[in-house]
């Protein structure tokens, strides 16, 4: 069965690329609406609405007329200009890793379990006990376990005596097939 009408142009949720910028740009320019740009690229109204607000910049025009000078704004939309902002914003969007904003803290526990021995347990004990750090940027050992084996910490499994004793390897149960 062949469909004749196929409605899939633009994936939702895609994000408008550099050309459709440029394309917006150009429609504008013939003072088309922003919904008539919508139709013409195959997006949302709002979509459009909201990337001629991203990438709307002021120009100032200045006229001398006797002597005087007179300055206009003039507002109108750059895709350059929105292209970077848009990349800016997708650089800082997101969730931050808990490692990131918690320096002082990785530094503390790479200091105790190299210099002191201490095991991760211990230090996340240490540092709740203690009130060292604002809770929310202590995380649990089991976190701290992972930031050890991503290396985001200094500390090695190989400083950490009880982890290179265990077997860490799951045992799988294999069932025989029989004949």
Same mark, same amino acid.
């Given at each position: 069965?062949?469909?004749?009408?196929?409605?899939?142009?633009?994936?939702?949720?895609?994000?408008?690329?550099?050309?459709?910028?440029?394309?917006?740009?150009?429609? !504008?320019?013939?003072?088309?609406?922003?919904?008539? $740009?919508?139709?013409?690229?195959?997006?949302?109204?709002?979509?459009?609405?909201?990337? #001629?607000? /991203?990438?709307?910049? /002021?120009?100032? /025009?200045?006229?001398? @007329?006797?002597?005087?000078?007179? +300055?206009? +704004? @003039?507002?109108?939309?750059?895709?350059?200009?929105?292209?970077?902002?848009?990349?800016?914003?997708?650089? @800082?969007?997101?969730?931050?890793?808990?490692?990131?904003?918690?320096?002082?803290?990785?530094?503390?526990?790479?200091?105790?379990?190299?210099? @002191?021995?201490?095991?991760? +347990?211990?230090? $996340?004990?240490?540092?709740?006990? /203690?009130?060292?750090?604002?809770?929310?940027?202590?995380?649990?050992?089991?976190?701290?376990?992972?930031? $050890? +084996?991503?290396?985001?910490?200094?500390?090695?499994?190989?400083?950490?005596?009880?982890?290179?004793?265990?077997?860490?390897?799951?045992?799988?149960?294999?069932? !025989? #097939?029989?004949?």
């Amino acid at each position: 069965m062949t469909q004749l009408h196929d409605n899939t142009e633009s994936i939702k949720g895609k994000h408008l690329t550099k050309d459709e910028r440029a394309q917006i740009e150009v429609l !504008k320019q013939e003072n088309y609406s922003n919904r008539k $740009i919508a139709v013409c690229l195959g997006r949302s109204p709002q979509t459009i609405n909201n990337e #001629v607000k /991203r990438g709307t910049v /002021r120009q100032l /025009r200045r006229q001398k @007329h006797n002597g005087r000078k007179y +300055d206009y +704004d @003039h507002y109108v939309y750059d895709p350059d200009y929105a292209q970077q902002r848009y990349e800016f914003n997708r650089r @800082h969007c997101g969730r931050q890793p808990k490692w990131s904003r918690s320096d002082a803290f990785v530094d503390w526990a790479d200091v105790q379990m190299l210099d @002191h021995h201490w095991s991760p +347990d211990t230090v $996340i004990g240490a540092a709740k006990q /203690r009130a060292l750090f604002a809770d929310e940027l202590i995380p649990c050992t089991t976190t701290l376990y992972t930031w $050890i +084996d991503r290396q985001i910490m200094r500390t090695k499994n190989i400083n950490l005596s009880e982890k290179l004793r265990r077997n860490t390897k799951s045992s799988l149960n294999s069932r !025989k #097939v029989r004949k």
